[in-house]
């Protein structure tokens, strides 16, 4: 039977070894692969693109199983950015480089979507009169 990617683990277990030991985790993205949504304009020249995923540089982010997704600024802009786990080419510390690289990995059939912004409606906060 075959076994699921050991790839998302690595990064969760990488990621919290980095910033317990008081760290910046970074991690190395393959621009080009399907279904990543990065800024385009950061990719260099060979596709691919390093980015910073410090808990002090993020917004609600997600080390899923399938996916990597988080909000972060550049350029004062805010962005959501979305990166499939097999797009993860390697997580290290920034201080010291400590980490690790991963092997290719083919991209599934069928590549996982960002998730969708819940409805406003849902969330839409309302008020009401209280005597």
Known sequence: MPMS????YMIRALYEWIVDNACTPYILVNARATGVEVPQEHVNKDGQIVLNISPASVVGLDLSQE??????RFGGIPRDLFIPSYAVLGIYARENGQGMVFDAEPEP???????KPEGDEEKRPSLRVVK
């Open 5 to 8: 990617s050991s790839r998302p």
């Open 67 to 72: 996916h990597i997704a988080f909000s972060a």
């Open 109 to 115: 059939p069928t590549p996982p979507e960002p998730p």
